[in-house]
């Protein structure tokens, strides 16, 4: 049976490291999952919590060198791409308190809920940035292979 978090190919937004981040991020929710179907009630907090925080510290690292680039573009959207990107890392830290203090925390509907987000900030938010890149001409998917961070030393300067 497939897994309702495999990963859909036609999510991929053709930048390489922004994929691969995707990919990676939806890899945590399909282990999220597994844990929460396999052991559902009987899955020790603690642990539930740990499989948020490594999906949280993904999340944090990918959205942050996804807003370097859009910032040292000049995207347009940046700042209603920060507040989505915010408003998904409120809602994982909420969730990691709930589970910490003893509340309910996760379910399959905020299981769902995450990946809903995922799948259409990706195939929605992602993509308009890619659409911007391609517009500008600044978007050469041998140029994007594997650059993730503003901080490596080429920078899509190289690419205009």
């Known amino acids: 049976m497939r897994n309702l978090f495999d990963w859909n190919e036609s999510w991929n937004i053709g930048v390489g490291w922004m994929d691969d981040a995707h990919l990676q991020l939806a890899h945590g929710l399909a282990g999220l999952f597994q844990q929460y179907t396999d052991e559902g009630a009987s899955l020790p907090p603690e642990r539930m919590a740990d499989y948020c925080d490594c999906l949280l510290e ?55 809920a995450l990946k809903g987000w995922l799948v259409t900030h990706v195939t929605e938010s992602d993509r308009e940035f890619v659409d ?3 517009k500008h001409g600044l978007f050469d998917s041998r140029h ?10 080429s920078t899509f300067a190289e690419v205009s």
């Open 58 to 112: 993904q999340a944090k690292v990918h959205f942050r060198d996804e807003e370097e680039w859009m910032e040292f573009l000049n995207y347009p959207g940046f700042l209603s791409h920060v507040r989505e990107h915010s408003m998904l890392l409120a809602e994982l830290k909420y969730y990691i308190k709930e589970i910490k203090s003893g509340g309910n925390g996760i379910s399959l509907e905020v299981l769902m």
């Open 144 to 153: 994007m292979e594997g650059r993730q961070s503003l901080s490596e030393e």
């Open 132 to 134: 911007f890149l391609k």
